[in-house]
């Protein structure tokens, strides 16, 4: 059993609640990802898994143990930090197996998971050197390494990878992924980069000042996004929102905004759906990014294969099938129920 569950945590740091009665419950085996802005609790939320914060309401349960009040030696978990906390005067080696030695694991099992982890992370031909000397990518894997060593069911990471260029970044988080599936570890991650949580994750949990906003497959926070928040974060570009009034005329919903997806609209010619101008467009190869304005209000988005024939400043109409809407409250911007 590697399950994680959170049943109305809270943290507050002085007057400002930072985790707000989080409840969460991470299956054995499954990678969750926390996403969300700047200073939304997720890496507080993950400190408190990890027991380097303490929890001022709720409970923390890891592997069916309630470990709410447990320091974070005896909670059983790897972490892997943002700054990847090496040590510069030790060796690849030695910084992997720290860890073990301050726990006083025998020489010989700390020499069999070493060549294991080494083996594993193609880190073999590095053990003598130290952090100074390596990249960037190498330096990561050696903090998976101290990790893996630990022989933990379950892993923490803080954004480990956003010390990366973006094609190194790519790689890894293929290489974190089948490494997580390869050894069956329960994984959260903390991330505040959509296409890491999206292409990584198992469960994305979606957080907004100090609450979860939405959890679910990566699939259903896009396919159906539970607010205007998920709409508007999840997906690059984000969805279009409009006013019904404005989105399909004689609508007299003003209290319903109409999110759509900038895939799911085409240009068609003026005198037919929405009308707009065409401010800008972006050739990104496969595929055109072009922003449109509606009236002097409202820019919208539109992701189109290709190459796009019209030019900035002409006027074009935007078209889109009914089903692809989605409605929101315009007041509270929560999805509106049976749509």
């Known amino acids: 059993m590697s399950d994680v569950h959170l049943n109305a945590v809270v943290k507050n740091w002085g007057t400002t609640r930072a985790v707000d009665r989080v409840s969460l ?40 143990r309630d470990v709410t009040r447990l320091p974070p030696a005896q909670r059983g978990v790897a972490m892997v930090f943002q700054s990847y906390a090496l040590f510069p005067h030790l060796t690849v080696a030695e910084n992997i197996v720290f860890g073990l030695q301050v726990r006083r694991v025998p020489v010989a099992e700390r020499k069999r998971r070493l060549d294991a982890a ?19 990518g190498q330096r990561q894997r050696v903090a998976l390494g101290r990790a893996i060593v630990a022989e933990a069911a379950v892993c923490l990471m803080d954004e480990p990878l956003s010390n990366l260029d973006a094609q190194l970044r790519q790689q890894m988080r293929q290489e974190i992924r089948a490494l997580q599936q390869r050894l069956g570890m329960t994984l ?3 991330t505040h980069d959509q296409t890491e949580a999206m292409t990584m994750a198992d469960k994305v949990v979606l957080m907004r000042a100090g609450r979860i906003e939405q959890h679910g497959s990566p699939a259903e926070l ?27 005329a004689g609508d007299p919903a003003d209290s319903i905004l109409i999110g759509v997806r ?78």
């Open 25 to 64: 419950h991470v299956n054995s085996g499954e990678l969750v990802a926390l996403l969300g802005p700047s200073g939304c609790g997720k890496s507080t939320t993950l400190r408190l898994i990890a027991g380097l914060e303490g929890a001022d309401e709720g409970e923390i349960h890891i592997g069916g």
């Open 188 to 190: 959260i991650y903390v």
């Open 118 to 136: 080494a083996e594993l992370l193609g880190l073999g031909a590095l053990l003598d050197r130290r952090p100074a000397q390596l990249s960037g």
């Open 262 to 339: 900038p895939e799911h609209i085409t240009l068609c010619e003026p005198g037919r759906g929405l009308p707009a101008q065409l401010e800008t467009i972006e050739y990104l190869g496969a595929e055109s990014m072009l922003i449109c304005r509606h009236d002097d209000a409202h820019r919208i988005t539109v992701r189109m294969p290709g190459r796009v024939t019209a030019g900035i400043g002409e006027r074009v109409g935007l078209v889109w099938p009914t089903d692809a809407e989605h409605r929101f409250a315009r007041d509270h911007g929560r999805r509106v129920a049976g749509t």
């Open 222 to 248: 896009y396919e159906r996004p539970a607010s205007t928040f998920v709409a508007g974060f999840i997906g690059c570009p984000a969805m279009n929102l409009l006013p019904a009034a404005a989105a399909r």
